[in-house]
């Protein structure tokens, strides 16, 4: 039985130990093989963790289907704003009121905490028009519009975030502005988002 075991130890060793010139301890291959046994166990505990996050990271057929969006902006009357999904996000756009669009034009952009004038979010032509991600700065939460808010714009009751009519951050815990997608007008009265 000991001589089997030896043999055993001799074959499977033999290349590396015959540098030392005595045969290896009988616990040095059980200790390379427990070694790349927890190894292999590491890679398959790894990969079944990467995996779902992985495939996660994939677009699905759908979501690259919408990869952009096309909408027609003639139902939306003066005013008014409609909410569409682009790539599982919610996008606003509204149709700003002149007075929306004066009180935009009209901030000192040095006050505020992400400068941007009302001209570097919107497409010039096309001023009336907003197109924003749904999604306050903070942390996620959708905001409400349609003039929410102390600036008549669009306010994030989480954790009160108000944004004004140009989508700019005012007031609240939220750093940026809500984000401005890419998009172009293909024609006067439709946008593609993305
Ligand atoms: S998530 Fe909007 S204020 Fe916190």
Not at 16 to 44: I, K, W, Y
Not at 64 to 76: F, W, Y
Not at 111 to 116: A, Q, V
Request: aromatic share 6%; hydrophobic share 35%; with cysteine.
């Amino acid at each position: 039985m000991s001589s089997h075991s030896h043999d055993a130890c001799c074959d499977h060793a033999g290349k590396g130990n015959h540098t030392h010139g005595n045969h290896a301890p009988d616990s040095a291959p059980r200790r390379d093989f427990l070694l790349l046994t927890a190894q292999a166990m590491g890679a398959v505990g790894a990969g079944a963790l990467l995996w779902p996050f992985v495939d996660s990271m994939n677009p699905s057929a759908d979501v690259l289907a919408l990869a952009s969006t096309e909408v027609d902006l003639s139902p939306i009357e003066d005013g008014q704003e409609i909410k569409v999904m682009w790539r599982g996000k919610p996008v606003f756009i509204r149709n700003r009121t002149p007075k929306n669009i004066e009180e935009a034009k009209a901030v000192d952009i040095s006050i505020l905490r992400d400068p941007e004038t009302d001209e570097a979010r919107t497409k010039k032509g096309h001023e009336k028009w907003l197109v924003m991600v749904g999604v306050c700065t903070h942390l996620g939460c959708i905001p409400l519009g349609n003039g929410a808010g102390d600036y008549d714009g669009w306010f994030c009751p989480c954790h009160g975030s108000h944004y004004d009519s140009a989508g700019r951050i005012r007031k609240g815990p939220a750093p940026k502005n809500l984000v401005i997608p890419p998009y172009e007008f293909v024609s006067d009265t439709k946008v593609k988002i993305g």
